[in-house]
């Protein structure tokens, strides 16, 4: 390696270094981490909706689970914020090896690490508190990189930390499937491959901590299965200044809520953003094709929920499952990876590198007030008082008068006491002011009973606490503890789930190499 290439890339880890530390900076105060969407306690308490099995939907398995159990042993949050760091950091090193290995140089390296880490649709999902989805979301240049490059064990490493939710197992899996198909079988010259088929089923498998909790709600006739089609109209995607909605997808902006967009989107800073993915398209021919499909998927569903609202709501309230798409913006993050490899085919241009800077500018500029904006991310003093240690019995509560949220520094946040304790979980939300999310079957009818003061019916549904929000004790029953079913279940998931990608490593069939 010449100096000069040394130089250059100490230059790109310096910087990528930075755009590391400008993300992660908020999380270093102690604290727990509490924002909008975002709850993780230090403790969070080892319940059946923990695993998914619950009153609401299994949408935080089988992230809760793991970190309920983690809480077991040492600090939750401590956990979150190393996942985070992980994510992150892959995340810089994944964009930078994808450039690379399409031939761009240091300057597309560090564009495509600001774009990764400091796109619009990340820091708007960190914004909301889906924290994970970020941690997903930064993952993705890193499984196609692996993927395209035939490194197949590194691609499903990836596809485990980004399917800790749902939606970050769909995204991870669809890119892992989509490139290991084509790495796997022509980086290693290989007449026949298993890990396509291998990837397809560590995608399916990753899944299983929150499908079996779904499929067991629809078969028990706990949940239907379906969202309402308000709840896709209120998730739709939003216009921003300057952009319109076609506009503002292509700049990877436009989650629904306003208050979780950087200030700088309102002021029209999204056309840089927008002029950024134009100029992307000069480096169209650096871009594999698995990736463009991977990139495809992720602007038809927030296009489709612009352009026919009624058929997609629709789809939202009358398919089983399809309540994972009605926030469809998250799904740009789909076209990440192949906007990052389209970065590095800007240095084929034969230009010096002069289309990277612009690049690199365009990035920097519509990215220059997101560190500021994570600032809201800041750690709290855990909110839990300390009465609930005396009623950890392993029985229901209610929380009288709760609805699930709280306000945290003026905005609101999932309830502390939801992830305290085994709460009877209500999981309504109001948008705007309409109803989206009814509450739950059993909240309503414990919070009826309660309200008739017919202890009785509360404990026929399993309730043996009624606090208020500050933990204080209103009332008990004669409910027994709960069953432990769902929780053994969880945890057989939880382990089936971290143990599926070594499973697949053992499995892999030796290659069978030579000329076709």
């Given at each position: 390696?010449?100096?000069?290439?040394?130089?250059?890339?100490?230059?790109?880890?310096?910087?990528?270094?930075?755009?590391?530390?400008?993300?992660?900076?908020?999380?270093?105060?102690?604290?727990?981490?509490?924002?909008?969407?975002?709850?993780?306690?230090?403790?969070?308490?080892?319940?059946?909706?923990?695993?998914?099995?619950?009153?609401?939907?299994?949408?935080?398995?089988?992230?809760?689970?793991?970190?309920?159990?983690?809480?077991?042993?040492?600090?939750?949050?401590?956990?979150?914020?190393?996942?985070?760091?992980?994510?992150?950091?892959?995340?810089?090193?994944?964009?930078?090896?994808?450039?690379?290995?399409?031939?761009?140089?240091?300057?597309?390296?560090?564009?495509?690490?600001?774009?990764?880490?400091?796109?619009?649709?990340?820091?708007?999902?960190?914004?909301?508190?889906?924290?994970?989805?970020?941690?997903?979301?930064?993952?993705?240049?890193?499984?196609?990189?692996?993927?395209?490059?035939?490194?197949?064990?590194?691609?499903?490493?990836?596809?485990?930390?980004?399917?800790?939710?749902?939606?970050?197992?769909?995204?991870?899996?669809?890119?892992?499937?989509?490139?290991?198909?084509?790495?796997?079988?022509?980086?290693?010259?290989?007449?026949?491959?298993?890990?396509?088929?291998?990837?397809?089923?560590?995608?399916?498998?990753?899944?299983?901590?929150?499908?079996?909790?779904?499929?067991?709600?629809?078969?028990?006739?706990?949940?239907?299965?379906?969202?309402?089609?308000?709840?896709?109209?209120?998730?739709?995607?939003?216009?921003?200044?300057?952009?319109?909605?076609?506009?503002?997808?292509?700049?990877?902006?436009?989650?629904?809520?306003?208050?979780?967009?950087?200030?700088?989107?309102?002021?029209?800073?999204?056309?840089?953003?927008?002029?950024?993915?134009?100029?992307?398209?000069?480096?169209?021919?650096?871009?594999?094709?698995?990736?463009?499909?991977?990139?495809?998927?992720?602007?038809?569903?927030?296009?489709?929920?612009?352009?026919?609202?009624?058929?997609?709501?629709?789809?939202?309230?009358?398919?089983?499952?399809?309540?994972?798409?009605?926030?469809?913006?998250?799904?740009?993050?789909?076209?990440?990876?192949?906007?990052?490899?389209?970065?590095?085919?800007?240095?084929?241009?034969?230009?010096?590198?002069?289309?990277?800077?612009?690049?690199?500018?365009?990035?920097?500029?519509?990215?220059?007030?997101?560190?500021?904006?994570?600032?809201?991310?800041?750690?709290?003093?855990?909110?839990?008082?300390?009465?609930?240690?005396?009623?950890?019995?392993g029985r229901d509560v209610l929380v009288a008068g709760s609805t699930g949220l709280v306000e945290v520094d003026g905005v609101p946040t999932v309830d502390h006491?939801?992830?305290?304790?085994?709460?009877?979980?209500?999981?309504?939300?109001?948008?705007?002011?309409?109803?989206?999310?009814?509450?739950?079957?059993?909240?309503?009818?414990?919070?009826?009973?309660?309200?008739?003061?017919?202890?009785?019916?509360?404990?026929?549904?399993?309730?043996?606490?009624?606090?208020?929000?500050?933990?204080?004790?209103?009332?008990?029953?004669?409910?027994?503890?709960?069953?432990?079913?769902?929780?053994?279940?969880?945890?057989?998931?939880?382990?089936?789930?971290?143990?599926?990608?070594?499973?697949?490593?053992?499995?892999?069939?030796?290659?069978?190499?030579?000329?076709?």
């Open positions: 390696m010449s100096r000069r290439d040394a130089l250059a890339v100490a230059a790109v880890a310096a910087w990528c270094t930075l755009l590391v530390g400008a993300v992660l900076l908020p999380f270093a105060a102690p604290g727990v981490l509490a924002h909008r969407d975002m709850l993780v306690l230090d403790s969070p308490a080892l319940t059946a909706g923990a695993f998914g099995f619950g009153d609401l939907p299994a949408r935080n398995a089988p992230q809760d689970g793991l970190l309920a159990l983690a809480g077991l042993v040492l600090p939750a949050s401590w956990l979150a914020r190393g996942i985070l760091a992980l994510g992150a950091v892959a995340g810089a090193g994944g964009a930078v090896a994808l450039v690379r290995h399409v031939g761009g140089g240091p300057v597309a390296a560090a564009a495509g690490a600001t774009l990764t880490l400091l796109n619009p649709a990340m820091v708007e999902r960190l914004l909301q508190g889906q924290w994970s989805l970020a941690v997903a979301g930064w993952l993705l240049p890193a499984i196609a990189w692996a993927g395209l490059s035939g490194r197949t064990g590194l691609a499903w490493a990836g596809m485990v930390p980004a399917a800790l939710t749902p939606t970050g197992a769909v995204l991870g899996g669809l890119v892992g499937g989509l490139t290991v198909r084509r790495g796997g079988a022509k980086a290693a010259g290989a007449k026949t491959s298993g890990d396509a088929p291998l990837t397809w089923a560590l995608a399916g498998a990753l899944c299983l901590p929150w499908l079996v909790p779904a499929a067991w709600a629809a078969l028990s006739g706990a949940g239907t299965g379906t969202a309402t089609a308000a709840s896709a109209a209120a998730f739709a995607p939003r216009a921003e200044a300057h952009l319109g909605t076609g506009g503002t997808l292509l700049s990877l902006g436009g989650i629904w809520n306003a208050g979780a967009a950087p200030d700088s989107r309102a002021a029209g800073f999204g056309l840089f953003g927008l002029a950024l993915t134009l100029l992307c398209l000069l480096g169209r021919r650096a871009v594999a094709r698995p990736l463009w499909a991977a990139a495809a998927v992720g602007l038809v569903i927030p296009l489709a929920a612009w352009l026919v609202p009624g058929w997609f709501a629709w789809a939202v309230a009358t398919v089983p499952g399809a309540g994972l798409v009605r926030d469809a913006h998250k799904f740009v993050l789909l076209a990440v990876p192949a906007l990052v490899a389209a970065l590095g085919g800007l240095s084929r241009l034969g230009t010096k590198e002069r289309w990277a800077w612009l690049a690199l500018v365009l990035a920097v500029v519509q990215a220059l007030d997101f560190p500021a904006a994570l600032r809201r991310l800041a750690p709290v003093p855990d909110p839990t008082p300390a009465a609930v240690k005396e009623i950890s019995d006491l939801d992830k305290a304790l085994p709460t009877v979980a209500s999981g309504q939300l109001v948008v705007d002011g309409v109803v989206v999310d009814a509450p739950s079957a059993r909240w309503s009818a414990a919070d009826q009973a309660w309200r008739a003061g017919d202890l009785d019916a509360l404990a026929d549904l399993g309730v043996g606490w009624v606090i208020d929000s500050d933990g204080e004790v209103l009332a008990q029953t004669t409910a027994p503890a709960a069953p432990a079913w769902p929780k053994v279940a969880g945890v057989v998931l939880l382990v089936l789930w971290a143990a599926a990608a070594p499973a697949a490593l053992a499995a892999r069939r030796p290659r069978v190499t030579g000329r076709s």
